[in-house]
């Protein structure tokens, strides 16, 4: 089981492969850093169900987003981030937080739920949540590898 920094370095390695294949868009400097961000903290996402770097990284941000959506009084936000926050402590590890499809499909939801907030930033949002999914499935590679991360037998 690596450690966080095995997994951050995972998500170096999956956020420069994806760079290069997304290279024909040309991204900015500050994108390709936004880019670098999300793969990061994806790649430590999926030890949110444990006390860990992630966990502790993940609750910063999700306080952030608590305090923005009760100033704005955006209370379908607060909800859905309350669930969010608690949903880890009711799975066990190495549950739903490391199986691919939920680690492709919550990112991609997050990024259309936003998307329909903001709709001038939806390709923004769809590619924030493809390097953010990028590092997750990095972290799932290094804990599991090929096989078990696929469940192929």
Same mark, same amino acid.
């Given at each position: 089981m690596p450690g966080y920094r095995k997994h951050l370095c995972g998500g170096v390695i999956a956020?420069? $492969?994806l760079l290069l294949l997304c290279s024909w868009l040309n991204p900015t400097m500050n994108t390709a850093l936004e880019? !670098? *961000?999300?793969?990061?903290?994806? $790649?430590?996402?999926?030890? &949110?169900?444990?006390?860990?770097?992630? #966990?502790?990284?993940?609750?910063r941000i999700f306080l952030i987003f608590?305090?923005?959506?009760?100033?704005r009084n955006n209370?379908?936000? !607060?909800?859905?981030l309350s669930v969010l926050m608690i949903l880890p402590m009711l799975v066990?590890?190495?549950g739903l937080f490391h199986r691919w499809w939920f680690v492709l499909g919550l990112p991609?939801?997050?990024a259309w739920l936003c998307s329909c907030t903001f709709t001038a930033c939806k390709e923004a949002f769809m590619l924030d949540a493809l390097f953010f999914a990028?590092?997750?499935? $990095?972290?799932?590679?290094?804990?599991? *590898? !090929? #096989? #078990?991360?696929?469940? &192929?037998r």
């Open positions: 956020y420069v $492969s880019w !670098l *961000g999300f793969c990061l903290i994806g $790649s430590l996402f999926p030890d &949110i169900d444990i006390g860990s770097k992630g #966990r502790y990284v993940f609750y608590l305090f923005v959506f009760l100033l209370t379908v936000g !607060l909800c859905l066990t590890h190495r991609f939801a997050v990028a590092g997750a499935l $990095s972290h799932l590679y290094l804990d599991l *590898g !090929l #096989r #078990r991360m696929l469940r &192929i």
